[in-house]
């Protein structure tokens, strides 16, 4: 296994939440304090978990189904902490999308022993991909 | 002092430098590594030093003189990593616009004892901003 086998589980649990639009896994990922903050693609950055949590479950509520197909996933760990950056490919109702993401973590009592504290997403512009 | 000091004065270094368009100070201030990673508004992410060189290099070469004037800083530090999340309110010829901002350092021998492993901002969509 390697060092960031954990790390890279627990980024993609929070894809697995969104799929299922699940608050509760949501929520068990995500450090439920002031230093959460969360991007999402065009937002400001909301600040601890109160106002990232009602950010879930606003986007929860939507009709829209979203799937996720992760590519250029890497994690970097130093000490007890991690972040993963990745393209999320957005497969929705109205086409497909990249968002550029970074998410950072922190080791805790988690699933996967990882708690996220930080999602950062924007969407890629035309011609601004890159390379194959 | 406070603990994160020091990785506010790195962060603000990275504006000098852009502000500056000193290759150089950024040059010191990053991690010349392959973990570098680079996000800039609407960009694809750029991995590794070299690419992310090459878009300051490009961005600097640019005649656009760009101000930052930042407003809610705040750093996290956890061990020998630290982020800080901000908003870059850039006043620049074509009017202002905010970018949300999460940057990452890892502790290290540049200027202020910290280096810079990830940039990663977002344009705010009008109607997307934080309260008042």
Request: hydrophobic share 40%; charged share 20%; aromatic share 10%.
């Amino acid at each position: 296994m390697r060092t960031t086998d954990g790390v890279l589980a627990a980024n993609r649990r929070y894809y697995e939440a969104f799929e299922a639009k699940d608050l509760d896994a949501m929520s068990d990922l995500w450090e439920r304090s002031d230093r959460a903050i969360c991007t999402h693609p065009g937002w400001a950055t909301l600040e601890g978990w109160g106002p990232v949590a009602a950010s879930f479950f606003a986007l929860f509520q939507g009709g829209q189904q979203i799937q996720f197909v992760l590519t250029r996933e890497r994690a970097i760990q130093v000490g007890d902490t991690a972040w993963v950056s990745l393209d999320e490919n957005l497969l929705g109702d109205q086409g497909g999308v990249t968002v550029a993401t970074i998410n950072i973590f922190v080791r805790g009592s988690g699933p996967d022993g990882w708690q996220m504290v930080c999602h950062h997403g924007s969407v890629v512009q035309a011609g601004r991909h890159a390379g194959p």
